[in-house]
Antibody
Framework: EAQLLESGGGLVQPGGSLRLSCATS????????MSWVRQAPGKGLEWVSG????????YYADSVKGRFTISRDNSKNTLYVQMDSLRADDTAVYYC???????????WGQGTLVTVSS | EIVLTQSPGTLSLSPGERATLSCRAS???????VAWYQQKPGQAPRLLIY???SRATGIPDRFSGSGSGADFTLTISRLEPEDFAVYYC?????????FGPGTKVDIK
């Protein structure tokens, strides 16, 4: 069974940076596209960024393009997202999900909360 | 981007009743690439249906999906106590993938 575990969330000031990690196990990580999906408090789901099985193919929602950078280390079975120039509207629970924006998300982590506030 | 509208916003039903949830897209979804997810408070979403009508692994057969073009439906044939949750549809036929705002199924 696929297991995904996010870490790295917390409180950060507007304009600050944060790096989230997602450690995975139970499946062949290197063969799957992966994504980050976020959910603002009390709101719905928003796909943020995706990466193909190869680290060279990356995709971003317009809302984060130029500020977030997704990456992966297939030797460590780990997904990352570097979040820079954070804004208050980036406040959300960030989920790591197995799948890309071109496939369903068939595995999810428990989420990590990012709060952007002064 | 494709905008998804879900109706109703809230569905109040009793255990054992049938639930019918609607998802309408602002344009036709390629290959009926629509998924449905269930989310309970404090938990991550769980994939129920993909490709409009295929059940994900381990999903009970009381959950079924249908539809094509721009109109899709999730049906829960007989609600069990554990089915009261929020349900989201998602399209992944055209980038960016987008989600609907959700339908809350609560106990009447």
């Amino acid at each position: 069974e696929a297991q995904l575990l996010e870490s790295g969330g917390g409180l950060v000031q507007p304009g600050g940076s944060l790096r989230l990690s997602c450690a995975t196990s139970g499946f062949r990580f290197s063969t799957y596209a992966m994504s980050w999906v976020r959910q603002a408090p009390g709101k719905g789901l928003e796909w943020v960024s995706g990466i193909g099985p190869s680290p060279t193919n990356t995709y971003y929602a317009d809302s984060v393009k130029g500020r977030f950078t997704i990456s992966r280390d297939n030797s460590k079975n780990t997904l990352y997202v570097q979040m820079d120039s954070l804004r208050a509207d980036d406040t959300a629970v960030y989920y790591c999900a197995r799948g890309s924006g071109a496939s369903p998300f068939d595995g999810w982590g428990q989420g990590t909360l990012v709060t952007v506030s002064s | 981007e494709i905008v998804l509208t879900q109706s109703p916003g809230t569905l109040s039903l009793s255990p054992g009743e049938r639930a019918t949830l609607s998802c309408r897209a602002s344009q036709s979804v390629i290959n009926s690439y629509v998924a449905w997810y269930q989310q309970k408070p404090g938990q991550a979403p769980r994939l129920l249906i993909y490709g409009a009508s295929s059940r994900a692994t381990g999903i009970p057969d009381r959950f079924s999906g249908s539809g094509s073009g721009a109109d899709f439906t999730l049906t829960i044939s007989r609600l069990e106590p554990e089915d009261f949750a929020v349900y989201y549809c998602q399209q992944y036929g055209r980038s960016p993938a987008t989600f609907g705002p959700g339908t809350k199924v609560d106990i009447k």
